[in-house]
C-alpha cells in the first residue's frame, strides 16, 4: 500500500503521440526525494537522455506535486515545474502555485512527465473526472488512467498566457459540461517564440526562472487543462487537520507580516539604505529614485488590493492599480484588464536595475512581462545589461538594429521607452530582441569585447536583486547554485541579514551557514511549502518531520529529513555533472571580482577572487564533495544516483 | 565607437535660489535675518549654503567649476535686511503677511528668465548643508516640484519649484488658498522621504528651524559654525542616537526615523528609550523590552546586531527592518 499523500504513480504523456501512461514510483524514491524540487530532479535524471538539447522533444517537462498539495496544510498548493533550462543547459525548477496543483493531484499522480512535440500548435486535456470511463487506458499499475487528449491550440497561438486560458476555460465549459473544473496552464507569446527565458503561467501565478515556457513552445503546447476527483488518502487525518490549524495560526502572526501588510517589495527601500539594491546592472548599490518605487509610497499613493494563492492565509500578493489613462499592454487603447501583481524581484530589476524609477513605468513593464510570458529578473538583468553596452558604445547599430525597418529605439538607463520597447522587441524576437531573447550570457558572447565581464549571470541565469559584493554568503549561494544565480533554492541572503558573519567579508563559516539555507530551501521545496512560512518555525527539521509522518505514516526523524534535503542538493548538482557541468562555471561574472561598491553602507565593499574561491572550497569540503566540487563516485552509489 | 541608438540629449536645467526673509520673527522678538551665527548673520549663512548647495549641484554634470546660480532674497516692504555676504537680487513680497506663497510668488517672478528651477529656503535654518540644497536639486527630475516629507511634514521651504509653477501659485493666491500643499496637488509633485536625503544630511539638520530665543540657543548649542555652509554642527545630545524604520517597522512607529538619548550609551538603553518614545512598537518589533525575533538592527547600515550590552556612540544610526528579506 502507498504511503499517504502519495499515489505513488507518475502520468507520462508524449504530446506527439497523445499516448499516456502511468508509471508507478517506488515508495523509498518517494520517501527519499518526497515531492516538488526534490521528486522533480528525480524523475529528471530518469526521464532526461544524458546531453538532451533542452528545446528537443524528448527533453522532458515535468510538473512535480508533493505530499502536502490537497491537504488542508496552508500553502501547500503548489507544484515543481522541472526541465533542462534552454537558458543554462543545467537543471531548472520553479516553484508556482494555484488550484492546478490541486486539480493535477485530483487527477491521481504525484507528477507529470511531458516528452514529445506536437506538430501543431495543442493544448493538452487531462480529464481525471470524465463522464465515462470509455477510451481511457490502463495504467501499468491496474488502475484507470485519466482521459488525455490532444487538441487544437490554433485559435490560442500568439494570445497571453492569461487570455489563452480564459478562453481555453470557455471552451471547455461547453465542451465538458458537468464535473470538476479544469484549471490550466499556458504559455504567452515569449514561450511560442522560444524565448529563453520564457515563464509558465497558471491562474495569474508563473513558473518563472530558466525559460520553462520555452520547453513548453518547443513542444508547440500552447496551454494544458487538468481535472480530478481522486482523494489524496492521509496517514492520520486528525493529526494533519490539527497541525494545519495551528500553522495557519501561526501564519496570521509577525513572521509574516511583512508580506501580509507591504509584500516583497518592501525589500527595496531598506535594501537601499543597506546599499545592496543591484542599481543600473550593478554599477550602483543605491538608487536615487528608491523612495518613489518603495512599497511605502506605492501603498500610500497607489489602489491597491491584497490576494493569496491558492490554499494559502498568508496572502502576500499585492496588486496594484494602474495610472488613469494607462492601456492595457495586449490591448492598446483599451484600459487594462487586470491589476499589476508586483513583487520585489520584479520591482528591482524593472526598476533600478535599469535605472528607472518612475513607478507608472515599472508597473507597465511587469504587466507587459506578465502578458507577454518574460521572467522579469532575466528580462530586466538582460535589457540592464544592453543598456551599458549602448552606453559604452558596443551595439552598433549597423550590426545590431534595434528593429528593422522601423525607428531606432534608444537604449539607455532610465529611459522607460527603452524598457517597454526592448520587452517587446524579445517577445517577438524582432532585431536586437532576437540577440537578447538569448539571455545576457549569450548576448555577451556575441556582442563580444569585454561585455562577457558585466553580463550579469551566473551559469546564463540572471543575477536577483541581491548585491553579491555586500552580500557575500548569497554571493557563494549565486556561485555554486545548480540553477545559477538563484535566490529560492540558496536563501544565502538570510545568512547574510544576520548576526554572526560579516556580510562584506564572507568566510568559511560563511559557507557553513549557506549550506544550512540550502538545506532548508530544499526541503520547503520538496515538501511543498511556502518559503514565506519559513519564520513560523522554530526548527523546519523539527516540524516538519512529525507533520510528514502524519501525511505518509513513515516513522520519519529529522535526521532523515536532513539527509533528504543533502540528497536533493546532491541529485541537482549530479545531473549537472551527467550534462557536463564544470567547476570554472561556480563563480561570478568578472565586474563582481574586479569592481568594488562605490556607494552608500557598502561602499569600498570588494569581494576577491580568492575569497570567493576560499568560500567555494569550504562550501564543497562541508558538502562532501571533491575540493573542486565534483559528486564523488562513493557519494553517488550511496545515495543511488547513477548515469541514468 | 559610440552607439548612436543608446542616447538622448536632456535640456540643462538653470537653477537659482531664493531666500525666504520676510517673516516677521513675532516670537523671536528680534529679526531672525540679523541673528549671529559664528561671526556670520544669519542671512549669510543660509545664503551662502543655498549659493554653495548650486554650486555643487552644478558641478556634478560638469567638469569645471561651475559659479553659483542667482540668488534672490525675498524681504518685506521696507524691511531692514543684513547683507547676504555674496551677490544676490533683493525683491519684497508685494503683500506682506501672507505666507510662503506669497514670498515664493515674489522670488519666482525674479528669477523669470534667469533661471529654470530653484531651491527655495526660509532664512531661518542655520544648519543648511549645501550637500542638502544639492541632492534636492538631483532629486527634481522631471517633476515640477521636489518637497520632503519628513515626519509626516511636507517642508516647503527646503523644497525645488520650477519657475513654471508661478502662474498656479499666483491662481492659488488669487484664489485664497494661501497653503503650499494645495500648490502640491495641482503641480507634478516628487514627495523625498528622508531615506533620500540622509547620505547628504544624516541628522537632517537642514529642516531644523526655530521661532523663539530658547529654540535659537538649543540648535547652536551643539556646535560652533562648521566650515562650507558656514552651519554649526548637529545639536543633539553627545548620547543620543537614530532610529531609522523600513517596513513594518515604519507602519508600526508610524514615522520614518527617531533620534533618542541622551543615554543610549547602550544597544539595551537605546531600545528602552525607544519603547518609551515610541509604545506603538510594543509587541512587535519591541519584545520585552529587546528587537523582536522577526527584525534585525543594521548598525549604522552595516553588521547586525542584537545584543543589550552592544555599545553605541554618539550619532550611531540603528537601521531596523523585517528579518525576512526574502523576495
Known sequence: ?644 | MRSDIGHTTRPVIRFGGIVLAGGRSSRMGRPKAWLPVGDRTMLATVAGAVAEGLRGAGSRLATAPQPAGPIVIVGAPGQDLPPAGLPVLRVDDDVEGEGPLRGLAAGLGALTGKADAAYVSSCDVPLLKPAFVARMIALLGDADIAVPLVDDRHHPLAAVYRIGVLETVRDLLARNQRRPFFLFERRPTRVVTATDLLAADPGLDSLRNFNTPEEYDRLLAGGGASSGAGAAAAGSAATSVVFEFYGVARLRSGRERIEVGPAATTLGAALTALERACPSLSGTVLEAGRLGRHFRLSLNGGQFVSAPDQPLAAGDTLVVLSAEVGG
Not at chain 1, 499517504?4 to 520517501?31: H, K, N, Q, W
Not at chain 1, 470524465?130 to 488502475?143: I, K, L, Q
Open chain 1, 1 to 644: 500500500m502507498t504511503a499517504g499523500g502519495y499515489f505513488g504513480r507518475y502520468l507520462r504523456i508524449d504530446v506527439g503521440t497523445g499516448e499516456a501512461r502511468f508509471i508507478d514510483i517506488p515508495e523509498s524514491i518517494l520517501r527519499h526525494y518526497i515531492g516538488g524540487v526534490g521528486l522533480g530532479a528525480w524523475l529528471l535524471l530518469k526521464e532526461a537522455p544524458p546531453g538532451v538539447d533542452p528545446l528537443a522533444p524528448e527533453a522532458p517537462l515535468i510538473f512535480a506535486l508533493s505530499p502536502f498539495v490537497g491537504t488542508p496544510l496552508t500553502t501547500s498548493a503548489k507544484f515543481a515545474v522541472v526541465a533542462k533550462s534552454p537558458l543554462t543547459n543545467r537543471i531548472n525548477d520553479a516553484l508556482s502555485s494555484s488550484h492546478f496543483a490541486i486539480a493535477a493531484k485530483r487527477a491521481g499522480m504525484d507528477a507529470l512527465v511531458l516528452v514529445g512535440a506536437c506538430r501543431e500548435p495543442g493544448v493538452l486535456i487531462i480529464d481525471g473526472d470524465p463522464p465515462a470511463a470509455a477510451g481511457a487506458t490502463r495504467s501499468n499499475a491496474g488502475a484507470t488512467a485519466p482521459v488525455a487528449r490532444m487538441e487544437s491550440g490554433a485559435d490560442l497561438w500568439g494570445l497571453s498566457a492569461a487570455d489563452a486560458q480564459e478562453r481555453l476555460k470557455e471552451r471547455l465549459r461547453s465542451t465538458h459540461a458537468g464535473g470538476a473544473p479544469f484549471h490550466t496552464a499556458a504559455i504567452g507569446p515569449a514561450g511560442e517564440n522560444l524565448v529563453r527565458f520564457a515563464t509558465l503561467s497558471n491562474d495569474g501565478r508563473h513558473a518563472g526562472r530558466g525559460g520553462l515556457g520555452a520547453v513548453m513552445g518547443s513542444k508547440r503546447l500552447k496551454a494544458m487543462a487538468v481535472r480530478g476527483r481522486a482523494f489524496v488518502p492521509l496517514a492520520d487525518p486528525k493529526t494533519v487537520h490539527a497541525a494545519a490549524t495551528d500553522l495557519s495560526a501561526r501564519s496570521f502572526g509577525p513572521a509574516t507580516e511583512k508580506y501580509r501588510e507591504l509584500g516583497t517589495v518592501a525589500n527595496l527601500l531598506a535594501f537601499n539604505r543597506l546599499a545592496v539594491l543591484p542599481t543600473r546592472n550593478f554599477q550602483d548599490s543605491t538608487f536615487e529614485a528608491a523612495a518613489a518605487l518603495s512599497a511605502e509610497q506605492l501603498a500610500a499613493t497607489r489602489q491597491r488590493t491584497r490576494s493569496s494563492c491558492a490554499a494559502c492565509t498568508i496572502g502576500c500578493e499585492n496588486v496594484y492599480g494602474r495610472r488613469p489613462g494607462a492601456e492595457d499592454p495586449a490591448r492598446p487603447g483599451e484600459p487594462p484588464k487586470r491589476g499589476v501583481r508586483l513583487e520585489y524581484e520584479s520591482l528591482f530589476a524593472l526598476g533600478p536595475l535599469c535605472g528607472i524609477g518612475d513607478p507608472d513605468a515599472v508597473l507597465e513593464a511587469a504587466a507587459l512581462c506578465d502578458e507577454l510570458g518574460i521572467d522579469t529578473i532575466s528580462a530586466g538583468g538582460t535589457i540592464a545589461f544592453a543598456m551599458e553596452c549602448a552606453g559604452r558604445g558596443m551595439l552598433d547599430p549597423a550590426r545590431f538594429p534595434t528593429a528593422p525597418g522601423a525607428a531606432p529605439v534608444p537604449i539607455e538607463f532610465g529611459n522607460p521607452r527603452s524598457l517597454l520597447e526592448l520587452l517587446r522587441l524579445i517577445a517577438r524576437r524582432d532585431g536586437i530582441g532576437d540577440l537578447l531573447a538569448e539571455g545576457s550570457r549569450r548576448a555577451a558572447a556575441v556582442i563580444g569585447g569585454d561585455a562577457p565581464s558585466f553580463a550579469p549571470h551566473v551559469k546564463g541565469l540572471e543575477i536577483p536583486g541581491y548585491e553579491p559584493r555586500a552580500l557575500q554568503a548569497m554571493a557563494l549561494g549565486f556561485a555554486v547554485g545548480t540553477r545559477g544565480a538563484d535566490h529560492n533554492r540558496s536563501s544565502a541572503y538570510e545568512a547574510d541579514f544576520s548576526e554572526g558573519g560579516n556580510r562584506l567579508a564572507g568566510d568559511a563559516d560563511t559557507a557553513r551557514r549557506a549550506i544550512v539555507t540550502e538545506d532548508r530551501a530544499a526541503l520547503m521545496d520538496s515538501l511543498i511549502l511556502c518559503k514565506f512560512l519559513r519564520g513560523v518555525f522554530s526548527d523546519l527539521f523539527e516540524e516538519a518531520a512529525p507533520l510528514l509522518r502524519a501525511v505518509t505514516g513513515w516513522d520519519l526523524s529529522p535526521a532523515e529529513l536532513h539527509d533528504a534535503a543533502r540528497r536533493i542538493v546532491t541529485a541537482r548538482k549530479w545531473f549537472n555533472e551527467r550534462e557536463g557541468w564544470t567547476p570554472a562555471e561556480d563563480t561570478l561574472p568578472e565586474r563582481f571580482l574586479r569592481e568594488p561598491l562605490r556607494d552608500g553602507a557598502s561602499a569600498g565593499a570588494t569581494l576577491s577572487r580568492q575569497r570567493l574561491s576560499e568560500m567555494i572550497a569550504a562550501y564543497n569540503r562541508e558538502r562532501g564533495f571533491s575540493p573542486d566540487g565534483h559528486v564523488p563516485g562513493a557519494m553517488r552509489t550511496g545515495l543511488g544516483l547513477t548515469a541514468r
